[in-house]
């Protein structure tokens, strides 16, 4: 069915000569995020980010010329779908960047078809990069911070642990990876709750948190936009006063959100990636650079496009310009390199990214609210796939 659509359409639109020749040297990259609908803070971080890539790296790699073609799927899998075929077929883009999970699992037949390289830039669920052997992650995936999180956790004083997370395909591994290593140093998980993920009303939810008496919440929700609403229920709920812990993967408290939360969240431990308060001279030109261009702090959704575009310059400079699928993707697999949130890599079996997770806790610093790294576990691979690493 799939090739006689793409047979179809490729006799339809037809290549002329001209566009043959103007296809040899320039590599279109095209970028599919959400960038309206509740989703598109996400999409706003991601492509600012490839943007800023593309303005301090040029747009010249192994003497082709560099075309960003940003399209809006609003993180509706069906859009995205069809903008990655329209890409794919008429554009015939030789890289594609995939956005949310929802929408990277819509893809991943067309890019498997179309044997296009595909890089995933926010898609956080472990499953996601099984779908196509097109795809590369640069995001991170959630099992990642929350099995580093459950451990700590049970170690630093929670044993009563009451989670909530977003009915969003993220929720459910960061709450079943993170009860798999909180109890397995002894910590209890009293009760799941599960919120939507469109207008949340955490009301509910918290309330039963409270009748349950937990000493610690862990919480997921997708970051920019959801982490403050929580965070001010959170705070009015009288969860601080009464003395209940927030954790959760850095999503709760995301740099996006932070700088509006109350100083009430000052002390909420997180596990993440990336922090914009990480302590490295990259970091600090990125972060200054970012707001510069922006006037925006840069999240951690953000150094998925960021590095997202590395790996595409990296592998092009490989290839020698080339844009096969299977050379672009072979030449990203073991790659590695220094990001704003520190040194990561491609896992070579996996196509996974491989990343620091570190501990953080939100802190003042200039007036302002910052999540301050104070502990970090290296090389950290995602847990979802460490029986196949074996
Ligand atoms: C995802 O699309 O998998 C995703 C989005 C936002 C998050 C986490 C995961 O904060």
């Known amino acids: 069915m799939r090739s006689c659509f793409f047979a179809a359409v490729v006799a339809a639109f037809g290549v002329s000569a001209t566009d043959a020749a103007i296809a040899q040297d320039t590599v279109k990259i095209g970028i599919i995020m959400p960038m309206t609908g509740v989703l598109a803070p996400l999409g706003k971080q991601v492509t600012a980010a490839a943007k800023l890539y593309v303005a301090q790296h040029g747009t010249t790699v ?64 472990s499953i996601v990069i099984g779908r196509s052997p097109y795809f590369v992650r640069t995001s991170f995936t959630l099992g990642q911070s929350s099995s580093i999180i459950g451990e700590w956790a049970a170690k630093n004083g929670s044993s009563k642990v009451v989670i909530i997370h977003s009915d969003y395909p993220a929720g459910p591994e960061a709450s079943a990876v993170f009860t798999a290593a909180f109890t397995k140093g002894g910590g209890q ?4 709750l599960k ?17 349950l008496k937990p000493d610690t919440l862990f919480v997921f929700v997708p970051a920019s936009g959801q982490a403050g609403a929580f965070a001010k229920q959170f705070v009015e709920r009288g969860f601080v006063k009464a003395g209940i812990k927030l954790i959760g993967p850095g999503d709760i408290t995301d740099d996006d959100d932070l700088p509006a939360m109350s100083d009430a969240m000052l002390g909420v431990v997180t596990a993440g990636n990336y922090s914009a ?24 959704i953000s150094v998925g496009g960021w590095d997202g575009m590395h790996a595409i310059y990296e592998a092009l400079e490989k290839t020698g310009g080339r844009t096969d699928g299977d050379l672009l993707i072979e030449a990203m697999k073991g790659m590695s390199w220094e990001s704003p949130r520190g040194p990561i890599s491609i896992d070579p079996q996996t196509r996974e ?11 003042k610093k200039n007036g302002e609210l910052y999540n301050v790294e104070f502990a970090t576990f290296e090389a950290v691979k995602d847990p979802g796939k460490a029986s196949e690493q074996k």
């Open 62 to 125: 192994a003497g082709k010329k560099i075309e960003l073609i940003i399209k809006d799927d609003s993180g509706v899998p069906d859009n995205a779908r069809r903008l990655a075929q329209e890409l794919v077929v008429n554009d015939q883009v030789s890289v594609i960047g995939a956005g949310v999970a929802p929408s990277a699992l819509a893809v991943a037949p067309i890019v498997t078809q179309g044997k296009v390289a595909t890089v995933v830039m926010i898609a956080g669920t």
């Open 189 to 192: 998980i009293a009760e799941t």
């Open 195 to 211: 919120v939507p993920v469109s207008n949340p009303d955490f009301a509910p939810a918290l309330e039963r948190a409270r009748d």
């Open 277 to 300: 308060d990480h302590q490295s001279a990259m970091n600090t030109k990125y972060v200054e650079d970012f707001k510069k261009a922006y006037n925006l702090r840069p999240n951690f």
């Open 353 to 363: 990214i491989v990343q620091n997770i570190y501990i953080r806790k939100v802190e």
